[in-house]
């Protein structure tokens, strides 16, 4: 297993070009980023061939989702967008080549039953990993916790377990996150257990706060045990919220982690 680093919420005292040499000069070996989409992909795809960094995940567009709305992949009316969404990631990630796609499940729109929505996501979510299959591109799909985002649709493992099930697509796979699954308190090793084999990338932070590891009450060591045993050989990646004393003086806890996965 190796570490990236979110790029989205890890050095953002710089300008996002630069961030990607920051990431590779604090030791981590790849970076994300949730939405790289303000950014030219060719420039984008330069900087990460002059840092040596490979570029691990980036999101699909997700319209009104994080400033509050339902988002695009669960809404039937927003099929339009939604599809132009998929175009635009999909001609991003031809030149940028992010190892994976993120798709965003988002919130019940006001008005749909949830299980309009759920057939919804599942269409969408089958023609994503189908469009991305042809250019050698995995899609992964995550729970999120409902108390930091009120109303998403898919929060725990059982429900991740099930949406994979019924999509029923090799190209999709489960994005696990630590942290939301802490944040609601759920048993982690379970979620692990139950998504073995599933599993196409792996986020972490610390909870409660969403810090850096080591600023909270989660044990990683048996976390990345337990990962280990279920056969997950993928990424790690950092996606916390470093604090006011900046990401570098957050990183207290890579080397440790790094000696770790290479010793263990």
Known sequence: MKIAANLSLLFTEL????????????????????????????????????AGMPLRLINLPAGDLMSGGAGLAAVPARQAEFDSALQEALSYAAMARPALVNVLSGRLAEGLELEQALVCLAVN???????????????????????????????T?????????????????????????????LDLQAGIILLAGRIGHVQFADCPGR????????????LLTALRKSGYQGWLAAEYRPGDAGT????????????????S
Do not use: C
Not at 22 to 32: H, I, M, P, Q, S
Not at 211 to 222: E, K, L, N, R, Y
């Open 125 to 155: 979510l089958h023609k994503t990993a189908e469009a991305f299959q042809a250019l050698g591109i995995g899609v992964v799909v995550e729970a999120i916790n409902p108390l930091d985002m009120p109303g998403f649709l898919i929060n």
């Open 15 to 50: 300008a996002l070009i630069e961030r990607v040499v920051a990431a590779a000069a604090a030791g981590f070996d790849g970076v994300e980023i949730q939405f790289p989409y303000e950014l030219p992909a060719i420039r984008l795809k330069e900087a990460l061939a002059a």
């Open 157 to 185: 493992p059982a429900q991740l377990d099930a949406l994979l099930k019924a999509v029923g697509h090799p190209n999709l796979a489960a994005q696990y996150d630590l942290y939301h699954m802490a944040r609601q308190g």
């Open 248 to 263: 570098r003086a957050s990183l207290g806890w890579l080397n440790e982690w790094r000696e770790w996965l290479a010793h």
């Open 211 to 222: 810090g850096a590891p080591g600023s909270g009450d989660v044990q990683f060591a048996p």
